[in-house]
């Protein structure tokens, strides 16, 4: 257990140093001249030229990447070219707001999609599991910024349920606090993964279902109530935890989409906003957390299928 984790660490970092070169190669390439953004358009040449080379950035690629490699490893994300602030600081201010909507977008999506797909897959081929499949594949094509569109449509403009914008309060609790106001976020970001949970403990129930434990538990007389609650539900969700463990950064993207659809102050708004202004430290620093959250995520939800099958072992 020890070495593979000491193993998958050491995995891990090489591919954040990947990722980082990959994004710090890309993003330099669009933006090369940071002083011509932070400056203006009107901004003289030599005064383009002492900003960038004040801050280093006329130097070559690879002496900027590894300069900012060992800010990173003082902790030092850099600072905001428009914003005049820490990059640490900023993410730090907007990351509580950002993490308790995506994980009440995830709790949410979990509530609906276990229990769905298990109906599902007891009731295969009846009406309801078409109808739900259906009805998941339209979701599924239906993008997050267009089902905000219809849900601010419906719950705001006709009904008047919602408001259309998400609370402006900076508290991260702020989806329990203010509940009405984070509704329809909430909702529109579940949407978009409770179509794949669903399908996905659906197809695991299905192979479940058919295994030995779950006919001799039905030959003993155990309740169906029983049966799918102690033993289908465990075993057919172990492959779900790996899938919320890599779909982690997938709800930072969708973050990014449903925060500016609803003017919520949180990392997605923030990005967008620096990428308008080509605010480039902002840039990186985001994007590497989804690299973090990916690797993280992976590395987390091994763990959790291993601690919840005692069957499964870990190895390198």
């Known amino acids: 257990m020890a070495r593979y984790l000491l193993h998958r660490l050491v ?12 994004v710090f190669l890309l993003l330099h390439t669009v933006s090369a001249s940071p002083g011509r953004i932070v400056l203006g358009q009107r901004a003289s040449p030599q005064a383009v030229a002492a900003f960038n080379h004040d801050h280093g950035f006329d130097r070559s690629l690879i002496t900027q990447y590894l300069s900012y490699l060992g800010q990173l490893l003082h902790g030092d994300l850099g600072r905001s070219y428009t914003l005049n602030e820490n990059v640490g600081t900023l993410l730090a201010q907007n990351s509580g707001r950002s993490a308790m909507l995506s994980a009440a977008g995830m709790l949410l999506a979990l509530a609906v999609a276990v229990p769905l797909g298990i109906l599902q897959a007891v009731r295969r081929n009846s009406i309801a599991d078409r109808a739900a499949t259906a009805a998941s594949y339209v979701l599924y094509a239906t993008t997050s910024f267009l089902l905000g569109l ?48 669903a399908q996905y403990q659906r197809s695991s129930a299905l192979d479940q279902l058919g295994q030995d434990y779950i006919r001799v538990a039905r030959a003993k007389g155990l309740p169906e109530r029983l049966i799918l609650l102690r033993h289908l539900l465990r075993n057919s969700s172990l492959p ?25 102050p949180g990392l997605g708004l923030l990005f967008l906003n620096s990428l308008q202004r080509e605010d480039y430290p902002l840039l990186l620093a985001y994007t590497l957390i989804g ?9 987390l939800a091994d763990i959790l299928v291993a601690a919840a099958d005692r069957r499964i072992e870990l190895r390198k």
């Open 11 to 22: 995995v891990s970092v090489l591919v954040l140093l990947g990722i980082s070169a990959v």
């Open 291 to 299: 690299g973090f959250l990916t690797v993280a995520g992976s590395f």
């Open 150 to 197: 219809l849900l601010i449509a419906v719950f705001s403009q006709t009904l008047q349920i919602f408001p259309a914008e998400a609370s402006q309060s900076h508290s991260p609790w702020v989806v329990f606090t203010d509940p009405r106001a984070m509704a329809l976020p909430v909702i529109t970001l579940a949407c978009g993964s409770v179509t794949v949970f």
């Open 240 to 264: 779900l935890i790996t899938l919320v463990g890599t779909l982690v950064p997938t709800v930072l993207a969708g973050n990014l989409i449903v925060e500016s659809l609803f003017n919520y």
